[in-house]
């Protein structure tokens, strides 16, 4: 068994890479077939697409936004309050209540 391992590892390394690049060139193909207009290059394309982003300066967004965020008047927007006569709530604050009672009895 003097076969050279270097020479399996790099036929397994081609391999790997005639792979790849028959995945690769399916992938291409089925997409060649998928896109028929310049929309549908959208979809099917890795290439980056033209954005329509242009950042705003921090001053204009402290401008937009209201006063609450930054931290003027902090909970003027409110938040939700727990529902304290939930049922289950309810119930198990009477439990509590039973049980002490009968603790100290």
Aim: aromatic share 8%.
């Amino acid at each position: 068994n003097n076969s050279n391992p270097h020479g399996t590892r790099a036929a397994f390394a081609a391999a790997d890479r005639e792979k790849a690049r028959n995945d690769r060139d399916k992938f291409e193909e089925r997409n060649r077939k998928l896109i028929k207009t310049q929309q549908d290059q959208l979809f099917f394309s890795k290439k980056a697409r033209p954005v329509n982003y242009e950042p705003c300066s921090l001053k204009a967004y402290k401008a937009e936004k209201p006063a609450t965020i930054w931290g003027k008047g902090k909970g003027e927007l409110g938040k939700l309050q727990p529902d304290l006569e939930n049922e289950e709530l309810v119930a198990k604050r009477a439990n509590a209540e039973r049980v002490k009672q009968f603790a100290s009895q």
